[in-house]
């Protein structure tokens, strides 16, 4: 019985904390800010997005039942958007493809605002960015662990997610702001997509080696995630 309870403390009690500066020494730094900076300007898009289309595609034209429509196509394309990453990253490098996802759906953002003239065509791009955006989001969330070793990773991934809430509570206030100021609807979806280019930039920065992760593993991670 002593011995179980010894095991059992030492396990509690000894486990080794990781602290920040683990994350920014030792080589990690590059990995750790451009991570940082990807995870905030995807959550700054993401919540741009989700947070304030309904009000923008109003403001574009669109009529208040139109415009909510605008939000349900969101919503659909965010329900498919991790599935949709998960399948594509079975059969391709899962950094490439986040770097893929980021620009379309930074393109996509841009144009959605564009094509409000037919409501058709802006549902489709509605559901298009819906899950570009929430494929960039599982996304960062299977190519990050890879980045650090066994010891840091929790803490590595605790930061960004940390980092990444702080993009998401700034860019609705941002936004509100911006719109205060009377910048219009394509203006800021214009913003947003360059905000949200600079994560593809950052992905595209990272030190390799790090990501490549059995396909398996991949749909397993996403599969949480959503």
Known sequence: DTGADTGT?????????????????????RSTLLVWLAFFCTMFGFYFVNSWTPTLLADAGLSSDQAAGGGIALAIGGALGSILYGVV?????????????????A???ATLVLSTAV???????????????NGCV?????????????????????WAIGIGRIGAILAPL?????????????????????VLSVSAIAVALLPRGGSARPAGATRRAVTVRA
Do not use: E
């Not at 490439?96 to 620009?103: H, M, R, S």
């Not at 941002?174 to 360059?194: C, F, I």
């Open 89 to 105: 990253t079975a059969r391709a490098d899962q950094r490439l493809v986040l770097i893929g996802f980021t620009l379309l759906a």
């Open 119 to 133: 409501l058709v065509v802006a549902l489709f791009v509605g559901v298009l960015v819906g899950a570009l955006v």
């Open 174 to 194: 941002v936004t509100g702001r911006l719109v205060d100021a009377d910048w219009g609807a394509t203006q800021l979806y214009v913003g947003a997509a360059l």
């Open 107 to 109: 393109v996509a953002m």
């Open 9 to 29: 403390d030492t396990g509690t009690d000894t486990a080794p904390r990781v602290r920040l500066s683990a994350l920014l020494t030792g080589g990690q730094h």
């Open 138 to 158: 599982a996304g960062l969330y299977t190519v990050t662990p890879a980045l650090y070793g066994t010891r840091t990773r929790g803490t590595g991934m605790g």
